[in-house]
């Protein structure tokens, strides 16, 4: 299928090498680029894939391990077995590559190959074309781009079934993290036992687990802090299944189980942002107009709460419901937790019809374009209470129309929250992702977390 949406010319495709933590021989666990894992099934190291599109032959290129790794490691595949496994059975030795890509150069080939996230992979591009690392991004295909997108971007039924499973392992992360928010709790722990559930079950957190208490703080990578009575821990977290497929869904927790009245009034109109995205998300719908419903949802919250005011399609016209919810409303999602977003965030979310809105907040949306059967996607709208933001705009005005600033100034302290779902687009609507949705009404919430 690839071969029919480039023309002509080689196609490179290469893995990924092990990464050092502090020496060579002691690495980060590895994983492997989802290109080369989504065309070439192999999930180990120092491997390379070749597309020849008008040869119609696919290789693979890598090295044989020797005596001195068989003893570390215990017997091992040889190339040529591994590429049978996968149905390549062309293989060479890595030493190979750089004659392949320079008979192809002298014979007016186009070389393709995707952006590159990995010094390793842009050093090792340098050597075999020439190419400078600090112009390398301009060389890569925009052909192949497009194509590898369009792709990856439909998944198909085995994709969904190990999406599914992701998702299930995401639910053991979500519901374990509700049972141990206690006062008291110490945050590193509870990331330390949902990291485990994640390793148990899978491979690893789709991504570094985001866990606190300051949920204001949209990506709260710190886990410093023990749980207090009154507060609310906010968890964004998912897994990779064993072929790497992610989820990623956040729930906002109140400590001992309880929310305040102020607390639930603020939950609730998040819920009902997240329900009122899911209930119209269906094919032809772009996500760009999705999260503007959303905002709209949360704007008419906030108004009769009154920290908001004026008219509400007016507010969310101008942004002011950003200073609450200043993020997008969600992201594909896929092999990657933010699905091929090493291709170009603009690429995957947005095309020639649906551009990104230039507007503090809704800037940051990953995903504007029309919704198409098989996407899988984020749902994760939020209100957050940032003291930096709200100083700001309270002293240079900025939509004072539409904010109540000194009732927004009480809610200091309240932290954020978001609540996010894993989501299928199908030919009727969307699915929610999983068995069962994680505890997400007030009632389920405190039902789970006052256990």
């Known amino acids: 299928m690839l071969r029919k949406k480039i023309r002509s010319g080689l196609i490179l495709l290469p893995g990924n090498g092990e990464s050092p933590m502090n020496y060579p021989k002691n690495t980060y666990r590895f994983r492997q680029d989802s290109n080369f894992l989504y065309f070439f099934g192999l999930d ?19 090295d044989d391990f020797d005596l001195d790794d068989i003893i570390w490691m215990g017997p091992q ?58 112009i390398i991004s301009k060389y ?21 079934a190990e999406l599914d499973k992701a998702a299930d392992i995401g639910y053991l992360m979500h519901t374990t993290a509700m049972r141990m928010a206690k006062a008291g709790a110490s945050e590193l722990e509870i990331a330390g036992t949902i990291e485990g559930i994640a390793v148990g079950n899978g491979t690893m957190p789709s991504f570094p687990i985001i866990l606190s208490q300051n949920g204001e703080t949209l990506h709260n990578h710190d886990h410093s802090q023990l749980l207090k009575k ?95 919810f200043p993020h997008g409303l969600g992201h594909m ?31 940051y ?24 933001l709200i100083e700001q705009w309270k002293n240079e005005k900025i ?7 000194d009732k927004a100034l009480e809610y200091i302290g309240f932290g954020g929250i978001r609540l996010e779902d894993d989501v299928l687009i199908t030919e009727k609507g969307a699915r929610l992702l999983g068995k069962k949705r994680i505890p997400v009404t007030v009632e389920e919430v405190e039902a789970i977390a006052g256990k």
């Open 140 to 160: 890569a295909s925009y052909e192949l781009i497009k194509a590898v997108i369009a792709m990856r971007s439909v998944k198909h039924p085995e994709e969904i």
């Open 365 to 388: 949306l990953r995903l504007g374009r029309r919704l198409e059967v098989g996407f899988v996607l984020t749902i994760e709208p939020g209100i957050y209470f940032i003291p930096a």
């Open 44 to 62: 180990l190291p120092n491997l390379v894939g070749v597309i020849d599109i008008e040869d119609g032959k696919d290789c693979i290129y890598g």
């Open 230 to 324: 009154g507060r609310m821990l906010l968890v964004d977290a998912g897994a990779e299944s064993i072929t790497h497929y992610a989820s990623d869904f956040t729930r906002t927790i109140p400590v001992d189980g309880i929310f305040s009245q102020k607390q639930k009034e603020i939950y609730s109109i998040v819920l009902q942002a997240n329900n009122h995205a899911f209930s119209i998300c269906k094919p032809g719908v772009t996500y760009q107009s999705i999260h503007l419903e959303a905002a709209k949802v949360i704007t008419a919250g906030l108004k009769e709460l009154g920290l908001m005011k004026g008219d509400v399609n007016e507010a969310v016209a101008n942004g002011a419901h950003a200073m609450f």
């Open 77 to 134: 595949p040889t190339i040529n077995e591994l590429g049978l496994k996968v149905g390549v059975p062309c293989t060479h030795p890595m030493k190979d590559l750089a004659s392949t890509l320079q008979r192809a150069i002298k014979h007016g080939r186009k070389i393709h190959f995707l952006p590159q996230y990995r010094a390793e992979n842009i050093l090792m591009i340098e050597r075999l074309m020439g190419i400078h690392p600090s």
């Open 399 to 405: 939509n004072g129309s539409f904010i109540n600033f």
């Open 333 to 363: 999602m896929g092999l990657d937790v933010h699905d091929m977003e090493d291709l170009g965030e603009n690429h995957v979310g947005y095309d020639d019809e649906v551009s990104r809105i230039d507007q503090f907040g809704t800037a």
